[in-house]
């Protein structure tokens, strides 16, 4: 039973367009949210978080929404650049905090083309 | 941020043989972890690596299945015995420093 949902396996956007990844989860007690960018032949590397006090966080080009009514979080990039092409994981955790333990969505690939 | 150093990258065993994965961080780090990403998976945690003490396995997972070491605070390893097909997977170690960070991972085919 995945707890932490990415519907969408692939992606592909045009350079300079938004891109939006889609995460959803089913266990109300999460309350923190990370995003994970992960390139072939390499392990995944932190890219962006947000906790359930909030509903956005900005990082530059990266922008990650939480929604806890509809239990849903999105992570938007603009402009789009092609060295953004990799597989984004969504992931969850239980403790504000402690983000030892976390669950893992599946992932999407992001294709951004030139 | 920490930076990991896990060996070997990828290799192809045979069945019923063990492979042992190192992993090598340039600083001390007191919480250490073994992950799998099966082929169509998400990451799945196996384990806490504890130092000096026996590592803390996630239900599911096994100490004489995946016996684990951690001798120090920048060296951990992760041996997957008695190897069979369903163990063909991405083995990360990840470390905790404010935020999890993940070697490159290893890539074990199992024929």
């Known amino acids: 039973d995945q707890q932490v949902k990415q519907n969408s396996p692939s992606l592909s956007v045009q350079e300079g367009r938004i891109s939006i990844l889609n995460c959803d989860y089913t266990?109300?007690?999460?309350?923190?949210f990370l995003w994970y960018k992960k390139y072939p032949a390499e392990g995944p590397t932190f890219l962006i978080s947000?906790?359930?006090i909030k509903d956005k966080n900005e990082d530059g080009r990266f922008t990650v929404f939480l929604n806890k009514s509809a239990k849903h979080l999105s992570l938007h990039i603009v402009p789009s650049q092609p060295g953004d092409s990799a597989v984004y994981f969504c992931?969850?955790?239980?403790?504000?905090?402690?983000?030892?333990?976390?669950?893992w969505g599946l992932g999407t690939s992001l294709a951004v083309n030139p | 941020s920490a930076v990991i150093s896990q060996k070997p990258s990828r290799d192809i065993c045979q069945r019923g043989t063990s492979l042992t994965i190192q992993c090598q961080v340039d600083?001390?780090?007191?919480?250490m972890f073994w992950y799998r990403q099966q082929p169509g998976q998400s990451l799945t945690l196996i384990a806490t690596?504890?130092?000096?003490?026996?590592?803390?396995?996630e239900s599911g997972f096994v100490i004489d299945k995946f016996p684990i070491s951690r001798p120090n605070l920048t060296f951990s390893t992760l041996t997957v015995s008695n190897m069979s097909p369903e163990d063909s997977s991405i083995y990360l170690c990840?470390?905790?420093?404010?935020?999890?960070?993940f070697g490159s991972g290893t890539q074990l085919s199992v024929l």
């Open positions: 990840s470390v905790y420093d404010e935020k999890l960070f």
């Open positions: 600083s001390q780090v007191t919480m």
């Open positions: 690596a504890n130092q000096g003490s026996e590592a803390t396995y």
């Open positions: 266990n109300s007690m999460f309350d923190y």
């Open positions: 947000i906790s359930s």
């Open positions: 992931a969850a955790s239980g403790n504000a905090g402690n983000n030892r333990k976390l669950i």
